[in-house]
């Protein structure tokens, strides 16, 4: 419990920085929605970078190099580091100066001023807010995955979740934006300098990163097969190419991300973009390149492969009480004739009380058996997202773990801002159009909001725990489905043709493509080899869609969801605009001006103090 109790220290200190925001913060909605658009470059750097690195980035990518290896870094980070800067530089931007001077606060405020739409920006809002949950509830799952982790399953999946939800569902509730961007840059210099530290303490731990890397590098022969054999998928050729072409159009999700858009509402001045531009790629690779080596090394390391297998929830539940089923490597650990396996057995017949999962996987890790550690690679496999926890209990001493896992939380604790920009969407885009009139109504509603919404998240994580991980869950529908409605936003900002009707085209698009194919998934078997892809559709030779383990995916090249989603959301705008009528001429010359008009109305964009004005 040591090492938990150091974080429930470090969830009181974010709990009380969004109290003290609280106090702070004064009546108004823009101050609790935008913090008054008061952010300085250093609060505002590290607040949106925060917002970006959640679970999925330290959990989920280390535990997908655990299943695939180092290449998963140029799959995610490396176009990441380039297309998110440019996003922030060339959308952000105009987000941000449109924001300010008509003082929209969401990105269905801007649609509906643009377009003239009014339920269709509902349409609009729905659909945003079903795509949000998913990493909403990664967030949860991430939280208590660390807290059982770093406590040796002290501190259950369940009750880690519930804490880390109502600490978080605390200090929004509270502080607003003006809290979660405070605690957002306390959590994201924490994870950089404490994530450093824990770098190098798991690399001292395996014995050096030169000695770890020569056993990565001594898999690489290995034929590819992730559940059971080190190394699989380590190097590039070995992953499919198109997930590389699907990848590269994840990174268009960011700026879509209705925590990221009000993110860049909330900046004091245009420089503050600058400099966000410039560090944002350092960052970046601060925290990717860190969490998917670390995870592609774990894979190496029977130590780390045994400590996850022995918390997963089978062996977990039998570790508990030896009275339950026993699992498939339990039965082959008794049967086996490996000494230490004869040791486990006798020692788990002595004891009656529970077994802690590391002590368990200190003795499983000796075990020579080969049925017995290709069992250990299938049962960590399936447990991978706790990778980057179980090297910290493997490798460092309690204290330290939980000073470490605390940093961690905080990068897995970025969930805070995605409720917020839910709630932020709620107040301004549901209740006060219609009809919500004060502002002090607009923001009790939103914190109403803020606890239902926390509530069902920590629930579904719960019940989708023991069936998805954290990195697929994320790519699959939260990241596919925003980088899939990035047409609509550049058609806003960029091409007056656009209409609201070729928005709402787009729109049911992501819809009905995101239902089709989760129902699709749901209807067939995937493969029982891990990696493979089975054609479930063909025309001809030619493979329409596949059914792999965890997705659905396109053609022979493996195309991820993300491709025809993106394509066909960007065909039905602009179909759905040259159909209809344009806007009026007076809304164009609003967000299309180049400098004053002849009634003296203020330009869009000022080209004044390096802020970036729109062209056609």
């Given at each position: 419990?040591?090492?938990?109790?150091?974080?429930?220290?470090?969830?009181?200190?974010?709990?009380?920085?969004?109290?003290?925001?609280?106090?702070?913060?004064?009546?108004?909605?823009?101050?609790?929605?935008?913090?008054n658009?008061?952010?300085?470059?250093?609060?505002?750097?590290?607040?949106?970078?925060?917002?970006?690195?959640?679970?999925?980035a330290?959990?989920?990518?280390?535990?997908?190099?655990?299943?695939?290896?180092i290449?998963?870094?140029?799959?995610?980070?490396?176009?990441?580091?380039?297309?998110?800067?440019?996003?922030?530089?060339?959308?952000?931007?105009?987000?941000?100066?449109?924001?300010?001077k008509?003082?929209?606060?969401?990105?269905?405020?801007i649609?509906?001023?643009?377009w003239?739409?009014g339920?269709?920006?509902?349409?609009?809002?729905?659909?945003?807010?079903?795509?949000?949950?998913?990493?909403?509830?990664?967030?949860?799952?991430?939280?208590?995955?660390?807290?059982?982790?770093?406590s040796g399953g002290?501190v259950?999946?369940?009750?880690?979740?519930?804490?880390?939800?109502?600490?978080?569902?605390?200090?929004?509730?509270?502080?607003?934006?003006?809290?979660?961007?405070?605690?957002?840059?306390?959590?994201?210099?924490?994870?950089?300098?404490?994530?450093?530290?824990?770098?190098?303490?798991?690399g001292?731990?395996?014995g050096?990163?030169?000695?770890?890397?020569?056993?990565?590098?001594?898999?690489?022969?290995?034929?590819?097969?992730?559940?059971?054999?080190?190394?699989?998928?380590?190097?590039?050729?070995?992953?499919?190419?198109g997930?590389?072409?699907?990848y590269?159009?994840?990174?268009?999700?960011?700026?879509?991300?209705?925590?990221?858009?009000?993110?860049?509402?909330?900046?004091?001045?245009?420089?503050?973009?600058?400099?966000?531009?410039?560090?944002?790629?350092?960052?970046?690779?601060?925290?990717?390149?860190?969490?998917v080596?670390?995870?592609?090394?774990?894979?190496?390391?029977?130590?780390?492969?045994?400590?996850?297998?022995?918390?997963?929830?089978?062996?977990?539940?039998?570790?508990?009480?030896?009275?339950?089923?026993?699992?498939?490597?339990?039965?082959l650990?008794?049967?086996?004739?490996?000494?230490?396996?004869?040791?486990?057995?006798?020692?788990?017949?002595?004891?009656?009380?529970?077994?802690?999962?590391?002590?368990?996987?200190?003795?499983?890790?000796q075990?020579?058996?080969?049925?017995?550690?290709?069992?250990?690679?299938?049962?960590?496999?399936?447990?991978?997202?706790?990778?980057?926890?179980?090297?910290?209990?493997?490798?460092?001493?309690?204290?330290?773990?939980?000073?470490l896992?605390?940093?961690?939380?905080?990068?897995?604790?970025?969930?805070?801002s995605?409720?917020?920009?839910?709630?932020?969407?709620?107040?301004?885009?549901?209740?006060?159009?219609?009809?919500?009139?004060?502002?002090?109504?607009?923001?009790?509603?939103?914190?109403?909001?803020?606890?239902?919404?926390?509530?069902?998240?920590?629930?579904?994580?719960?019940?989708?725990?023991?069936?998805?991980?954290?990195?697929?869950?994320?790519?699959?529908?939260?990241?596919?489905?925003?980088?899939s409605?990035?047409?609509?936003?550049l058609?806003?900002?960029?091409?007056?043709?656009?209409?609201k009707?070729?928005?709402?085209?787009?729109?049911?698009?992501?819809?009905?493509?995101?239902i089709?194919?989760?129902?699709?998934?749901?209807?067939?078997?995937?493969?029982?080899?891990?990696?493979?892809?089975?054609?479930?559709?063909?025309?001809?030779?030619?493979?329409?869609?596949?059914?792999?383990?965890?997705?659905?995916?396109?053609?022979?090249?493996?195309?991820?969801?993300?491709?025809?989603?993106?394509v066909?959301?960007?065909?039905?705008?602009?179909a759905?605009?040259?159909?209809?009528?344009?806007?009026?001429?007076?809304?164009?010359?609003?967000?299309?001006?180049?400098?004053?008009?002849?009634?003296?109305?203020?330009?869009?964009?000022?080209?004044?103090?390096?802020?970036?004005?729109?062209?056609?």
């Amino acid at each position: 419990m040591l090492s938990a109790l150091v974080v429930f220290a470090y969830l009181a200190l974010v709990l009380y920085v969004g109290i003290f925001a609280f106090r702070r913060s004064t009546a108004k909605a823009e101050d609790f929605f935008v913090a008054n658009r008061s952010l300085g470059t250093f609060v505002f750097l590290l607040s949106l970078f925060g917002s970006n690195m959640t679970s999925f980035a330290i959990l989920g990518s280390s535990g997908l190099a655990f299943r695939q290896g180092i290449g998963v870094y140029g799959l995610m980070a490396s176009i990441s580091g380039i297309v998110i800067p440019l996003s922030i530089f060339f959308i952000g931007t105009r987000i941000w100066a449109i924001g300010k001077k008509f003082g929209h606060m969401t990105q269905v405020q801007i649609f509906r001023d643009r377009w003239q739409m009014g339920h269709i920006g509902t349409v609009i809002f729905a659909l945003q807010a079903i795509m949000l949950v998913p990493y909403i509830i990664i967030g949860v799952m991430g939280g208590g995955e660390t807290l059982d982790g770093v406590s040796g399953g002290a501190v259950p999946y369940w009750l880690g979740g519930g804490i880390v939800a109502l600490v978080v569902m605390g200090y929004v509730f509270f502080g607003g934006m003006r809290g979660t961007a405070w605690v957002n840059t306390v959590q994201t210099l924490m994870f950089l300098v404490f994530g450093t530290i824990a770098f190098f303490v798991i690399g001292s731990g395996m014995g050096g990163f030169s000695q770890a890397v020569e056993q990565l590098s001594s898999t690489l022969g290995v034929s590819p097969n992730p559940a059971t054999q080190p190394g699989a998928l380590l190097t590039r050729h070995r992953i499919p190419e198109g997930y590389y072409a699907s990848y590269a159009l994840i990174p268009l999700s960011s700026i879509m991300f209705p925590h990221i858009a009000i993110f860049c509402l909330t900046a004091k001045r245009m420089a503050s973009f600058r400099k966000t531009v410039m560090f944002y790629p350092l960052c970046i690779m601060a925290i990717w390149l860190p969490a998917v080596f670390l995870g592609a090394m774990g894979s190496t390391q029977p130590k780390v492969v045994a400590s996850m297998a022995a918390s997963s929830d089978a062996i977990h539940a039998w570790l508990d009480d030896r009275s339950a089923p026993q699992p498939p490597l339990v039965k082959l650990v008794l049967a086996s004739p490996d000494p230490k396996a004869r040791e486990f057995a006798q020692f788990a017949a002595q004891t009656s009380g529970p077994i802690p999962h590391g002590v368990a996987g200190s003795t499983l890790a000796q075990i020579k058996d080969p049925q017995v550690v290709r069992e250990l690679r299938t049962l960590a496999s399936g447990n991978s997202d706790g990778v980057m926890l179980d090297m910290l209990s493997v490798y460092s001493p309690a204290w330290l773990a939980g000073l470490l896992g605390a940093a961690i939380m905080a990068c897995v604790m970025a969930s805070d801002s995605q409720i917020l920009a839910l709630s932020t969407m709620w107040a301004e885009d549901v209740y006060r159009y219609y009809g919500g009139k004060s502002e002090a109504s607009q923001v009790w509603s939103a914190r109403a909001f803020v606890v239902v919404l926390t509530v069902a998240a920590y629930l579904i994580a719960l019940a989708v725990h023991q069936y998805a991980n954290i990195f697929e869950i994320a790519i699959q529908y939260a990241f596919s489905g925003y980088a899939s409605m990035a047409p609509i936003m550049l058609a806003c900002l960029f091409w007056k043709r656009s209409t609201k009707w070729g928005a709402l085209a787009a729109t049911i698009w992501v819809a009905m493509f995101l239902i089709g194919s989760a129902i699709l998934q749901a209807a067939t078997d995937p493969p029982k080899t891990p990696g493979a892809a089975v054609p479930i559709l063909s025309i001809g030779d030619f493979v329409v869609l596949n059914r792999e383990a965890v997705r659905i995916s396109f053609t022979s090249a493996r195309l991820l969801l993300v491709v025809p989603m993106f394509v066909g959301s960007a065909l039905a705008m602009v179909a759905g605009s040259l159909l209809t009528s344009p806007p009026d001429r007076a809304t164009i010359d609003r967000y299309f001006a180049r400098s004053a008009n002849k009634e003296g109305d203020t330009p869009a964009f000022s080209a004044k103090a390096g802020e970036v004005p729109v062209t056609q």
